[in-house]
């Protein structure tokens, strides 16, 4: 089960007073707790309400932009975090331990939600059309909203190789599982991503439900990580297999920003979207950079129309069985 903590904003807050470090101190402590335990689904701050506007719907459908600042701060929300849980009562115990978002003197509120699931609505092509929007997608979109630095995980040639993974099958997962049982094999996924991701020098861009962005300064050190996490799961002895979908494609950051955040985390989001089951999708360049080093092998070429994008791609799938 899925719930959101929302956070109430203050006086202070729509008034854009930020955060002290002890403050932000006390919230990153928290979340990072939920991250180590695969609870965390995402979490952020809002600004004030005058960096925002309300959409009216009268009662015949016209439309009217009302724009921020909105009065009634209490009923205004400053922040939120989704986390899963296995219970309404874990679910209670976690935010009980939620800390106190508020400037000093100030009361504070959090309310808690629980999200509907999609099978609990009537199933029809439109619920359909929800499963199919791509947790992938949803990773990528928000790295190009952010824009993080990735000064550490760039080559000295100004390039870097990024990484995405997505469990296949995740939603049909969780329903034979049940959420406890659940958690605890996302929590063994997460673990084991970070730890390859860690020994080939990577760095993680952004994590959500069971996906990852990681980005690598080696192209080389990025397909031994995902070699390294296939053959990790394919060794597992848990009853429950987890085939995860890996794409690789490199890019180059730090010359051309807006490129690149614009097309190669795009392209490399796309090309783990087209991978199925088990299997590592690498870019032409990306096949190029490492298949000379006589360390990796690859199926032949196949060119591939990736959504969203124009054009023919042409991609390799990597042979990982050991």
Not at 110 to 134: H, T
Request: proline share 4%; hydrophobic share 40%.
């Amino acid at each position: 089960m899925r719930y959101i903590i929302l956070v109430k904003a203050s006086k202070l807050s729509e008034a854009g007073e930020m955060p002290s470090e002890d403050m932000l101190g006390s919230q990153v402590t928290y979340h990072a707790e939920l991250a180590d335990k695969g609870i965390l689904y995402d979490a952020t701050g809002l600004k004030a309400s005058s960096f925002g506007w309300r959409i009216h719907y009268s009662p015949e459908g016209e439309r009217t932009m009302i724009p921020g600042p909105f009065p009634e701060a209490d009923d205004l929300i400053a922040g939120y975090t989704i986390i899963r849980a296995s219970s309404r009562e874990e679910a209670i115990e976690l935010t009980m331990r939620y800390p106190k978002p508020a400037f000093p003197g100030e009361a504070a509120e959090i309310e808690v939600r629980e999200f509907f699931e999609l099978d609990e609505f009537e199933q029809g092509p439109a619920v359909q059309q929800f499963r199919e929007i791509g947790l992938i997608d949803r990773i990528a979109a928000a790295v190009l909203e952010s824009r993080p630095d990735l000064g550490k995980a760039t080559a000295p040639n100004g390039t870097v190789t990024i990484l995405f993974t997505d469990i296949e099958g995740s939603t049909q997962l969780t329903e034979a599982l049940g959420d406890r049982e659940w958690m605890g094999l996302l929590r063994e996924h997460n673990e084991l991503i970070r730890r390859q991701m860690t020994e080939h020098s990577g760095f993680e861009v952004k994590s959500q439900g069971d996906g990852f962005m990681l980005a690598f300064p080696s192209a080389r050190e990025a397909l031994l990580c995902a070699i390294g996490i296939q053959r990790a799961l394919a060794a597992r002895t848990n009853s429950h297999e987890l085939r995860v979908r890996i794409g690789l494609h490199t890019g180059e950051p730090v010359r051309e920003a807006d490129d690149f955040y614009g097309k190669a985390v795009i392209l490399a989001a796309r090309i783990a979207a087209e991978a199925r089951g088990s299997e590592i999708l690498v870019s032409s360049l990306v096949r190029e950079i490492t298949e000379s080093m006589g360390q990796f092998s690859f199926e032949a070429p196949t060119d591939a129309e990736l959504k969203g994008l124009s054009g023919m791609y042409r991609l390799s799938a990597v042979r990982w069985q050991a």
